[in-house]
Antibody
Framework: EVQLVESGGGLVQPGRSMKLSCAAS????????MAWVRQAPTKGLEWVAT????????YYRDSVKGRFTISRDNAKSTLYLQMNSLRSEDTATYYC??????????WGQGVMVTVSS | DIQMTQSPSSISVSLGDRFTITCRAS??????LSWYQQKPEKSPKLMIY???NLEDGVPSRFSGSRSGSDFSLTINSLESEDTGIYFC?????????FGSGTKLEIK
């Protein structure tokens, strides 16, 4: 069974940093691209970043470029999202997602990030 | 960026009825469109991928179709478990973009 378990969220002040992790199991992690998608409270879904299966390629939405870094450790089957210079508009539930031929097929349960002073 | 215009934003349907949600892409996305169902306090679940393909385990009353840049999700014979919010997603190019969502309720 595919499982994606996010961790590392919580309350953080504007301008500070936070690192999210996503532990994957139930599939060969190193064979799949991965992505982060976020959902602000009572809002729709917003793609954040994608990383290729081997980490050689990364893609970001413009509003997080230069502030967020997606990375992975295939030996640990873990995906990361380093978030720097956080803003109030980054407040959202962040989902870790597996990519199967560009299809976002399995989603984690999500982790809440609140940016507030 | 590719805009995905989804309609309706909400709908109330009777059990056993048939209904359709539509997403219109602002550019050609081929068949690179997926549909998701989200229940309250839950993560989205893939229902349809590549416009017309039913994800494993999804009931056959769900179907997807495409007509040019218009994509539709149809539920035949609505059941109570089908309530939730439905989103479309284009994965033709970055940034990936979602429709604004359709909230489906039972009348």
């Amino acid at each position: 069974e595919v499982q994606l378990v996010e961790s590392g969220g919580g309350l953080v002040q504007p301008g500070r940093s936070m690192k999210l992790s996503c532990a994957a199991s139930g599939f060969t992690f190193s064979n799949y691209g991965m992505a982060w998608v976020r959902q602000a409270p009572t809002k729709g879904l917003e793609w954040v970043a994608t990383i290729s299966f081997d980490g050689s390629s990364t893609y970001y939405r413009d509003s997080v470029k230069g502030r967020f870094t997606i990375s992975r450790d295939n030996a640990k089957s873990t995906l990361y999202l380093q978030m720097n210079s956080l803003r109030s508009e980054d407040t959202a539930t962040y989902y870790c997602i597996r990519l199967a031929m560009m299809v976002l097929d399995y989603w984690g349960q999500g982790v809440m990030v609140t940016v507030s002073s | 960026d590719i805009q995905m215009t989804q309609s309706p934003s909400s709908i109330s349907v009777s059990l056993g009825d048939r209904f359709t949600i539509t997403c219109r892409a602002s550019q050609d996305i081929g068949n690179y469109l997926s549909w998701y169902q989200q229940k309250p306090e839950k993560s989205p679940k893939l229902m349809i991928y590549r416009a017309t393909n039913l994800e494993d385990g999804v009931p056959s009353r769900f179907s997807g179709s495409r007509s040019g840049s218009d994509f539709s999700l149809t539920i035949n014979s609505l059941e109570s478990e089908d309530t939730g919010i439905y989103f479309c997603l284009q994965h033709k190019q970055y940034p990936l973009t979602f429709g604004s969502g359709t909230k489906l309720e039972i009348k």
